[in-house]
């Protein structure tokens, strides 16, 4: 299957300052990018949708300045999380659709971000 | 009514035993119907992909989709310790950049006991 890496795995970090998490596709161009939530025990939440060379579209609930994101490329994109707060702390995924339109969706490891 | 149902467990069975995983779901539309397995702390792999009902094999791993019931299954043989994790249906519609759409079940936490 086609590769996502995701960069950092982990980060902790003091309150008020931002984190960019990195997400590449490795062997495939990827047109489209999704980030995804996930609390403890509980499922994938939709953050937002990201294509290539245009502005991310944004879930209900979710503040696009709040979390910005980036995909200036085909195998790049960035999730930066702005000014951030205890309430933040989650575990983020990427996850990729191929460039030929493929309907499979592959993920990234997941960044465990900590906010103190 | 939610899109996509699936039971969470937890689902402990012992080693070699034949687990079953299901998800049902509402939505017609849905064309084609996924499985991923995650790792704690780790992002979803993705198990199977089918797109039509029936059957689809994979070493171990069985996908069933029966389309008129609205109902998928995951049938895991032998399984092993190693098999141990969250299991995520998934099932979507369209292929286009602005059609596409994949909704996730919440998981079934599998343990498999030694």
């Known amino acids: 299957g086609a590769v996502v890496s995701q960069h950092p795995s982990r980060v902790i970090c003091k309150s008020g300052t931002s984190v960019k998490i990195e997400c590449r596709s490795l062997?495939?161009?990827?047109?489209?990018m999704f980030w995804y939530r996930q609390f403890p025990k509980k499922s994938l939440m939709l953050m937002a949708t990201?294509?290539?060379?245009?502005?991310?579209?944004?879930e209900q609930g979710v503040e696009k300045d709040k979390f910005l994101i980036n995909h200036a490329s085909l195998t790049l994109s960035t999730l930066t999380v702005t000014s951030a707060h205890p309430e933040d702390s989650s575990f983020y995924i990427c996850?990729?659709?191929?460039?030929?339109?493929?309907?499979?969706?592959?993920f990234g490891s997941g960044t465990q971000l900590s906010v103190l | 009514q939610k899109e996509v149902e699936q039971d969470p467990g937890p689902l402990s069975v012992p080693e070699g035993a034949i687990v079953s995983l299901n998800c049902t779901y509402s939505?017609?539309?849905?064309?084609?119907f996924m499985w991923y397995r995650q790792y704690s702390r780790k992002g979803p792999e993705l198990l199977m992909y089918?797109?039509?009902?029936g059957n689809k094999e994979d070493g171990r791993f069985t996908a069933q989709v029966d389309k008129s019931s609205k109902y998928i299954s995951l049938f895991i043989r032998d399984s092993q310790p190693s098999d141990s994790a969250t299991y995520l249906c998934?099932?979507?519609?369209?292929?286009?950049?602005?059609?596409?759409?994949?909704?996730f079940g919440k998981g079934t936490k599998l343990s498999v006991i030694p």
């Open positions: 998934a099932m979507g519609v369209g292929s286009g950049a602005g059609s596409y759409q994949l909704t």
């Open positions: 939505n017609s539309a849905f064309q084609y």
């Open positions: 062997d495939f161009q990827a047109t489209t």
């Open positions: 990201s294509n290539e060379g245009s502005k991310a579209t944004y």
């Open positions: 996850s990729a659709r191929g460039s030929r339109g493929g309907e499979k969706l592959f």
């Open positions: 089918t797109y039509s009902s």
